[in-house]
Nanobody, 122 residues
Framework: QVQLLQSGGGSVQAGESLTLSCAAS?????MSWFRQAPGKEREGVAA????????YYADSVKDRFTISQDNAKNTLDLQMNSLKPEDTAMYYC??????????????????WGQGAQVTVSS
């Protein structure tokens, strides 16, 4: 079992930055951030491989979002810069104890945080 506790989120203006954090009971081979906007399916935003350090991003957030993890603190962060109104969604951290081939696929993850709302106004 892996427990994930999120913090962060909030309301900002377009162009501003926000950081989401996820405290994990332990780090797992793959950890990620997903988001779900009203009326839309949950989508993978960013993922990180603990063993290789490789990072994976959705095209919509590439060059604006950065995923990182702190092995000493067992935390996963998502730094979001140049936020846009279309980034408005509920954001979730996720973890899997398996080595997966599709790091941004929702069905690959077994553990989820409670979610945090991010609202970006124009």
């Amino acid at each position: 079992q892996v427990q994930l506790l999120q913090s962060g989120g909030g309301s900002v203006q377009a162009g501003e930055s926000l950081t989401l954090s996820c405290a994990a009971s332990k780090l797992t081979p793959f950890m990620s951030w997903f988001r779900q906007a009203p009326g839309k399916e949950r989508e993978g935003v960013a993922a990180i491989s603990q063993s290789s350090g490789n990072r994976y991003y959705a095209d919509s957030v590439k060059d604006r979002f950065t995923i990182s993890q702190d092995n000493a603190k067992n935390t996963l962060d998502l730094q979001m810069n140049s936020l846009k109104p279309e980034d408005t969604a509920m954001y979730y951290c996720a973890a899997t104890e398996h080595y997966i081939s599709s790091p941004l696929a929702e069905n690959k993850y077994d553990y989820w945080g409670q979610g945090a709302q991010v609202t970006v106004s124009s």
